[in-house]
């Protein structure tokens, strides 16, 4: 929660008499718990993404390997090592993201909710005209009249708006990236 008003901060480089864009970021929050706000979500995302991450890889590149190995092309040198490697993360990765692809949409509409607003280039607009008049995430939120939602709510709401493929929006991006 911290990285993204850091990110978005307008305000120029500090100096010596002007804190850090860390600290004002921090200054945001009145409470601790706001610190937190979608890190169920994040941790939704996050932990079933790695779990199926690293065994596929480590498979993958065993599968590599082995095959490699049987058609009597396996030479074990330093760059094919590293191209096996490439292929078995990339590909790991990419299976992995697309299949927690709704979680991470899930994800993200939490942390937009404060501002209510669709997108995040508006949410975050919303956001820093909120931090110009010193006004709180919470603040900010009751006055849209938004609430906290759980996950399942959210989920719920996209399937009624946009189906599975709502879900699943933004999929490819994230297994290329």
Do not use: C
């Amino acid at each position: 929660m911290i990285r993204r008003p850091a990110q978005t901060s307008t305000s120029k480089a500090a100096t010596v008499f002007q804190p850090s864009v860390t600290i004002q970021a921090l200054k945001q929050f009145q409470r601790p718990s706001q610190l937190f706000r979608g890190y169920t979500a994040l941790a939704a995302r996050n932990l079933p993404f790695t779990a199926m991450q690293f065994p596929m890889f480590e498979h993958m590149k065993e599968a590599i390997k082995t095959y490699r190995q049987q058609k009597g092309t396996f030479t074990g040198g330093l760059g094919e090592t590293a191209v096996t490697t490439a292929v078995s993360a990339g590909s790991a990765g990419s299976i992995a993201a697309l299949l927690t692809t709704p979680v991470d949409v899930v994800k993200t509409r939490i942390m937009l909710s404060a501002t209510a607003e669709k997108s995040e280039k508006d949410a975050m607009k919303e956001v820093e005209n909120a931090r110009r008049q010193g006004q709180s995430l919470d603040k900010l939120a009751s006055s849209k009249g938004v609430t906290k939602k759980s996950g399942f709510t959210v989920a719920r709401e996209v399937m009624n708006e946009s189906g599975v493929k709502g879900l699943f929006r933004g999929a490819t991006l994230r297994a290329a990236w």
